[in-house]
């Protein structure tokens, strides 16, 4: 079957692999002039399946009104901004802020987050591919006695649905990893270990995935813009694209939609509503400049909102979120508060003289469960709305995408991962 993946993201990029390998003519389209330069360039580089808990929790509104008017909070909010897809995507959200809710999502979304690091595991031992990744589990450590009580309540949570994690002692923290030796002297109470996560480097994944495609086919065309997508009769018919020289157009028997937070916009033309609105975050890559004072496994500090990966001999700290549109302007005050952070736990890592600050939009969804599978277009699937977990996902929505497409039964159970879940 001839296939048309929209979008070069780590996630668009999977997909067009697993696609491959079942047999069928793949071309891919993305605006970037190479694979996973948007939001899957510089994201912090877990695969952190224990991250499963939503966005949307009882407590979320609460926190949100407090943090509304602090520039450097974890997640800015500002409602009363012309926004109308800000405010029918926060109705959404606000409707997923109660407690069965956040059980539902959280299964829901470790389902498919547990499913992808499976398959990740199996593509990285069938294909040998490299991207600076660590498998020594992820640890969560705590600088407030409150965010570790929430935590271990999230750690029971995650366990009641198949996600184990080992409660630490500062000292224990410390034994994981070393580098917090300082910390877990100082402000550390405590930490959990998800001892299968990982780290990796989702660009340089997404670029060897990429080639791994390529070898088996897959065409790449990067520099298109696609401009709009057409199905008068809830079946695509073509996608109108613009590059250098002029507009032209792509069609295939089949399409699968990962553009990332662009997805809601290009699905408008077909009338498809796609609660998907970008969730902007941030992120600095430091130099290494002292190793053995730099963390090996990654760490997420669940008090501030961040994240530590090494990426060989580099250390990326991401975090914050902010709902403020399409935009990818850098703001300092945004990225100070990684700075300090980092400065914070891991001081003697590097001089931090020349960090590089980036940004990038998450494709959020109100319930942070994905959008994967069918439309009410025949020939349209939808591969996208990865929030905060787009890396964690990716292989295993790619592998469910070549799936329905090849007509075979994806190996997880797909209720409540569809767009059929917002009617
Ligand atoms: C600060 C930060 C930290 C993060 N940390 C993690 C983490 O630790 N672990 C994790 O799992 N996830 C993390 N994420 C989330 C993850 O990065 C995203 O969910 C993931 O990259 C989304 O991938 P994607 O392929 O859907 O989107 P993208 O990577 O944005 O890909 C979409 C592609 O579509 C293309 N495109 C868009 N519009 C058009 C158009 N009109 N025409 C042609 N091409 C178009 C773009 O060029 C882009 O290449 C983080 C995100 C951020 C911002």
Redesign the pocket.
């Known amino acids: 079957m001839k296939v048309l993946v929209?979008?070069?993201?780590?996630?668009?990029t999977a997909a067009a692999y697993f696609l491959a390998e079942d047999g069928h003519a793949v071309t891919v389209?993305?605006?970037?002039p190479g694979?996973?330069?948007?939001?899957?360039f510089a994201?912090?580089?877990?695969?952190?399946a224990c991250?499963a808990k939503p966005w949307a929790t009882p407590d979320t509104p609460g926190l949100a009104l407090r943090w509304m008017f602090q520039a450097d909070a974890p997640l800015l909010f500002k409602p009363l901004r012309w926004d109308p897809p800000l405010w029918s995507w926060g109705l959404k959200f606000l409707r997923n802020c109660t407690e069965a809710r956040l059980h539902v999502n959280t299964e829901r979304t470790l389902r498919i987050a547990l499913y992808s690091r499976a398959v990740l595991k199996a593509l990285r031992q069938k294909t040998n591919i490299q991207y600076d990744q660590i498998t020594d589990g992820i640890l969560h450590i705590y600088r407030s006695r409150a965010a570790f009580a929430e935590g271990r309540a999230t750690a029971a949570l995650l366990e009641s649905y198949g996600l184990p994690q080992n409660i630490l002692s500062p000292e224990e923290c410390a034994r994981v990893e070393p580098a917090l030796a300082g910390a877990a002297k100082s402000d550390l109470v405590g930490g959990l270990l998800s001892p299968e996560d990982e780290s990796g480097d989702?660009h340089r994944f997404t670029v060897e995935l990429a080639k791994l495609a390529a070898a088996r086919g897959v065409k790449f065309k990067t520099g298109?813009?696609?401009?709009r997508i057409e199905g008068p009769h809830r079946r695509v018919t073509r996608v109108v694209t613009t590059t250098g020289s002029g507009c032209t157009e792509e069609t295939a028997d089949a399409y699968v939609l990962?553009?990332?937070?662009?997805s809601s916009l290009?699905a408008r033309d077909l009338g498809l509503k796609l609660p998907v609105y970008p969730a902007?975050?941030?992120?600095i890559t430091a130099e290494i400049e002292n190793p053995d004072a730099a963390p090996t496994v990654s760490v997420t500090d669940e008090t501030n909102f961040m994240?530590f990966?090494r990426l060989g001999n580099k250390l990326r700290v991401?975090?914050?979120a902010e709902l403020t549109g399409w935009n990818t302007t850098l703001d300092p005050v945004r990225v100070e508060p990684l700075l300090r952070n980092a400065r914070s736990l891991f001081p003697a890592a590097s001089s931090y003289t020349d960090v590089q600050p980036w940004?990038?939009?998450?494709?959020a969804t109100p319930d942070s469960v994905p959008l994967l599978g069918a439309t009410p277009y025949e020939n349209l699937f939808l591969d996208?709305g990865?929030?905060?977990?787009?890396?964690?996902?990716?292989c295993g929505s790619g592998r469910i995408i070549a799936d329905l497409i090849s007509g075979r039964t994806p190996e997880i159970d797909l209720d409540g991962l569809g767009l059929s879940r917002f009617k």
């Open positions: 929209l979008g070069a993201g780590v996630v668009g389209l993305d605006r970037a694979p996973g330069l948007e939001t899957s994201n912090g580089a877990q695969i952190s991250h989702a298109v813009t696609i401009k990962a553009l990332g937070s662009s290009l902007k975050g941030y992120s994240v990966s991401a975090g914050t940004c990038g939009l998450r494709p996208t990865h929030g905060t977990l787009g890396w964690t996902m990716a």
